[in-house]
């Protein structure tokens, strides 16, 4: 048998930022539409290749925190953000 066969599988988790937003640029709307646009580490609105990967839930509320009035600024009241769970397993 092979050794790696006999290793247990690590579990990996971390939290993103999903994004809804009712004035969108056209070129985000498929994104929108299919529930993944994401913030990315720089505060920009992005699909799931460049979003932020934080390894903690309360790092994520601390940076959506801090990105509130950056979002607030560009959207107005016109978008809602909601922490994500993802669980990856190697």
Not at 8 to 28: C, D, G, N, P, Q
Request: glycine share 4%; with cysteine.
């Amino acid at each position: 048998m092979c050794p790696a066969a006999n290793r247990s599988r690590a579990h990996t988790e971390y939290w993103t930022i999903s994004v809804a937003v009712s004035e969108a640029k056209s070129s985000l709307f498929s994104q929108q539409v299919r529930d993944e646009l994401y913030l990315s580490p720089n505060v920009k609105l992005s699909g799931m290749n460049k979003m932020a990967q934080i390894e903690s839930k309360e790092l994520a509320t601390d940076f959506l925190c801090g990105c509130s009035p950056v979002l607030e600024r560009r959207y107005r009241s016109g978008y809602v953000a909601t922490l994500k769970k993802w669980g990856i397993r190697i």
